[in-house]
C-alpha cells in the first residue's frame, strides 16, 4: 500500500502526476514506482493513453481522488482521439485503458500509428506557466492540450508553446516531471511568423473543448453532415457529385498554404491519396481529429455546433408547398405549388429553384432563402401560362384599361404588357362560357393526335392542361380518357436443354485447345466461359446447364494442381540448363510461401528429369524451404 498520491492539478496529464509521485517517493528508479502504482515493474507508461487504470485506481482511490471516469475525460487524451471515431472502438480503446493496452494497440486503435499526422516529439509547456506554477505550487505540472498536434499556443497566456527536453515516448516504465532544468534548456518553438494567431487561437480552443468533451459524433451522420454542409456552401454539383477542384482551392486560401503545414494538413491534390478528398465520401478510415476540425472549421461550424445539422436535408427554399407569384390566378400568394426544380447558378454558384404551378405560371429565383420575405421574390418569369394571358385579354378587351394600369395589375413592365397583348390581338377573346370549353377541346385533340399514349403521357406532354380541366370538371375528364394501349407480351423463355448441349461442343473445344497450349493456362469457368463469351451465362446460368456443369467439374483444376503443371512445363523449358529449385519456381511463377506445399512434387519431378542436377545446392535449399 503507498503511503500517498497527488492530487491533479487542473488540465494536469494523469502521466504528469505519475511523474510528480516518483519525484515525492523517495524510489530510486523507475522501476520501483512501477511497482508501487502498477504492481509490476515493467510497466509500460503512455503518457497520453495511460493504461492499467483500474489497478492503479484501486492503489490510490483511498486518497479521495476524482474517480477513474475523471481521470480518462479529463486527464488523458482519450476524447481528442476517439470522439471521430466508431462507437464499437472507442469502447474498445476504454476497455483496454482500464486494464491492459499492450505497448502499441492503442494507438493502433485510434489510428495514430497509420496516420501521416504525427504527436509532438518533445512534451511542450507555455513559459508563463511555468513561472506562475512554481510561483504558486512549489513545482509544475505538463498540461493535456498543450501535448496536443493541434495546439501551438497557450489559451491562459496568448504565448507560443515551446518544446521541452523530456521525449513523449519514453519507454516502459519512465517518469519525467517538468522543471526548471528540463524545459528551459531547449527552448525550441515553432516558426508561426507567418501564421495568424487568431487561428491558432481559435484551433487550440476547438481542441480544448474536444479534449474534455465526450461529443458522440456518429461516423455515419457525420458524412450525412458534411454533405449538407457542402451543399448549403454551393460545393455540390447538380448530378450530386461534390467540386473537388474549387473546394481544395478555396480551401487552401482560407488557411494558407503555412498554417496547412503546420497542421500537417495540406491537401495533395490527388485522388486517392488527398485526405480532403476522402473526407467527403464515404469514411473507410479514421481521420485524425486535426483534419475534421479544419474541415468544420471551413464549413464554418465548431465542434459544439456540428451535430445540430444530424439528420437534415438541405432545402435551399425550405419545405414545400410554395407560393405562387402569378397575380391573375385566384391563389395569388398562396402555398398551392409542389413542382420544384432545383439547378446551381454557373457564375455564383448559388442554387437556383424553378417553380411550376398548375395555373401554368413558371418562375425562378437565386436561392437559399434566409427569410419569409424571400420567398415573395421572383427573379425570372420563364413561363407566363394561359390563366396569367387570358387575364390580360380581358383587361384590355373587355375593362378597355391602359397598359400601365394592365402592368400595375399583372406586377410586370409596361413593354411585357404591350408585347404580350400585340401577339394575342388575332386570337379570339375567352369568354366566360369559353374559358371551360377551350380546354376540353385541346385535350380531345391531344388524344386524337397521339392515340397510342397513355393519360398519364398525355398528361406529361401538357400538365398544366390537364390539372386546369382536373380542377373544374373531373368526372368529364373521367368519362373521355384515351383508348385502353393493348400490352403486347412477348414470350422471351429459353431453352435450357438446347442451348446446354449447344455450348457444350464448344467447351470442349476450348478446354482441349486451353490444354495443349504450351505455356499452360489454368482451366476453370471463368477462362472458359472467356474463350467463348460466355462467361456471364457460365458464371450466373450453370445450375440450368446440367451436362456442362458436369463436364466443367471433372476437368477444371484447383490451384495445387495447376501448379504441378506449371512445374513439368517449367522443368521442360530449363532442359538446357542445370536445374535448381529456384529457377523452377521462377520460371513457373509459384511464390516461396507455396515451396512446403509443392516440396515433395518438385523432388519426384526433379529426379524423374534426366538433366544435370546439383544435388548438392538442391537439398541445401530444401533444408531452408523446410526451415
Known sequence: MIAFFPSLYKDELLYSALA???????????????????EKRKAYIISDLTTDLEI??????????????????????????????????????????????GNNSLHYSTGQMAGIVKEPVYFRYCPN???????????????????????????????????????????????????????LTNKNKCDTSKIDLE???????ESYKLTNKNYEFD?????????FLLQREGYVKTNGTIDQRRLEEDFIKKFNINFLKLMQSKPSGVDGNCWLRAITRKHRKSFHPIRHLLFIHFLGESVDTINKY????????????????????NHYLKPVITNLKVTRCSDTKRPVGTFTCTCGFVYSRRGPDKTPEDTMKMGRIRRFGDEWLNKLDLLIENDKLSYRACSRILKVDTNTIIKYSRQRKSKPINKENNIKCVPKQLWLDLIKQYPTLSKTELRKMNPSLYMRIYRNDKEWLKKNPPSAKANVVINKRVDWLKRDLQILDEVKKVVGDLSSREKPVRITVSSIGKNINQKALLEKKLNKLPNMKEYIENVKE?????????????????KNEEIEVWKIMLKAGIKKRFYPELELEINKQIKNSKHPIRYKLYQEELRIIRH
Not at 510528480?20 to 520501483?32: A, D, T, V
Not at 513561472?131 to 505550487?137: G, V
Not at 484447383?558 to 530449363?574: A, E, G, H, P, V
Open 219 to 227: 461516423q455515419l451522420n457525420l458524412i450525412e453532415i458534411y454533405h
Open 199 to 205: 487561428l491558432l487561437q481559435m484551433f487550440a480552443i
Open 310 to 329: 444530424a439528420n437534415k436535408f438541405y432545402r435551399p427554399f425550405g419545405e414545400g408547398p410554395y407560393l405562387c407569384l402569378n397575380p391573375a390566378a
Open 20 to 38: 510528480r509521485y516518483h519525484k515525492c517517493s523517495g524510489n530510486l528508479n523507475n522501476k520501483e514506482s512501477a511497482l508501487d502504482l502498477f
Open 56 to 101: 492503479l485506481f484501486n492503489k490510490v482511490k483511498h486518497f479521495s481522488i476524482s474517480s477513474i471516469n475523471d481521470w480518462i475525460d479529463h486527464h488523458t487524451l482519450y476524447n481528442y482521439y476517439t470522439n471521430f471515431i466508431s462507437k464499437e472502438i472507442k469502447q474498445k480503446v476504454r476497455d483496454n485503458m482500464l486494464h491492459s493496452g
Open 558 to 574: 484447383n490451384i495445387t494442381d495447376f501448379q504441378k503443371r506449371r512445374i513439368t512445363w517449367s522443368i521442360k523449358q530449363l
Open 129 to 183: 506557466c511555468l513561472e506562475e506554477d512554481i510561483q504558486m505550487y512549489g513545482e509544475t505540472y505538463w498540461r493535456t492540450y498543450h501535448q496536443l498536434p493541434s495546439v501551438f499556443i497557450c489559451l491562459k497566456h496568448s504565448v507560443l508553446l515551446e518544446d521541452s527536453s523530456i521525449l513523449v515516448r519514453q519507454g516502459n516504465s519512465s517518469f519525467f516531471y517538468p522543471n526548471i532544468e528540463n524545459c
